[in-house]
């Protein structure tokens, strides 16, 4: 059974940092491709960041270049996300997900690429 369990979110003035972790069971985890997409209330699921399964490549929302990282450890089945600088806009639920699709041929900004999600983790940032 794949299993993939965000955690790290919380409660964060604007301006400071949390990162986020998913660690991923139940599936080959080198092969597949990594990301992170939130939600906020009322707004549709949107893209955040993404990795390939190497992690030599990785992908970015222009809303967060510059402020977040997304990294993985193939040792310990977990992906990361590091958020710096946060706003109150990054408020929303963060999900990670798994795609066995090579994140350097297809679109993995897209939601229909991951075959498996996280439950979401809440981030919330005060102004």
């Known amino acids: 059974q794949v299993q993939l369990v965000e955690s790290g979110g919380g409660l964060v003035q604007a301006g400071g940092s949390l990162r986020l972790s998913c660690a991923a069971s139940?599936?080959?985890?080198?092969?597949?491709?990594m990301g992170w997409f939130r939600q906020a209330p009322g707004l549709q699921r949107e893209f955040v960041a993404a990795?390939?399964?190497?992690?030599?490549?990785?992908y970015s929302a222009d809303s967060v270049k510059g402020r977040f990282t997304i990294s993985r450890d193939n040792t310990k089945n977990t992906v990361y996300l590091q958020m710096n600088s946060l706003k109150p806009e990054d408020t929303a639920v963060y999900y990670c997900?798994?795609?066995?699709?090579?994140?350097?041929?297809?679109?993995?900004?897209?939601?229909?690429?991951?075959?498996?999600w996280g439950q979401g983790t809440q981030v919330t940032v005060s102004s």
């Open positions: 139940g599936l080959p985890y080198r092969l597949y491709g």
């Open positions: 997900a798994a795609t066995p699709r090579d994140c350097s041929i297809y679109r993995c900004d897209d939601g229909p690429t991951y075959g498996y």
């Open positions: 990795i390939t399964r190497t992690g030599d490549n990785t």
